[in-house]
């Protein structure tokens, strides 16, 4: 079974950049699409990126479009996201989820049946 861990939260200002990482154990990665979903206090959890296994594809929410990257390096077991021109309304715990390959990328949380614990992303106005 593949085990998620993410890592790279804290707090930043407001316009400012993190990159969250996820590595990935247990498994084979590659077979994997790979996902970052939020969830802020109070609030449903939100789909904020999808990536295929090969990368080649990418799918992003519309609150961070033109700000957040998804990546993943395969030689490292490893998804990231790249959140830049960070906004307080970015403020909640991020969590990296994968599913099997097969079929087009999604971004309904029921899909993925991998998650990581989450790592908290606070920031400052």
């Known amino acids: 079974q593949v085990r998620l861990v993410e890592s790279g939260g804290g707090l930043v200002q407001a316009g400012g950049s993190l990159r969250l990482s996820c590595a990935a154990s247990?498994?084979?990665?590659?077979?994997?699409?790979m996902a970052w979903f939020r969830r802020a206090p109070g609030k449903e959890r939100e789909f904020v990126a999808a990536l295929t296994w090969n990368g080649n594809s990418q799918n992003y929410g519309d609150s961070v479009k033109g700000r957040f990257t998804i990546s993943r390096d395969n030689a490292k077991n490893t998804v990231y996201l790249q959140m830049n021109s960070l906004k307080p309304e970015d403020t909640a715990v991020y969590y990296c989820?994968?599913?099997?390959?097969?079929?087009?990328?999604?971004?309904?949380?029921?899909?993925?049946?991998?998650w990581g614990q989450g790592t908290q992303v606070t920031v400052s106005s």
């Open positions: 247990g498994g084979t990665f590659t077979t994997y699409h």
């Open positions: 989820a994968g599913r099997v390959w097969f079929g087009a990328l999604r971004v309904e949380a029921n899909d993925y049946p991998l």
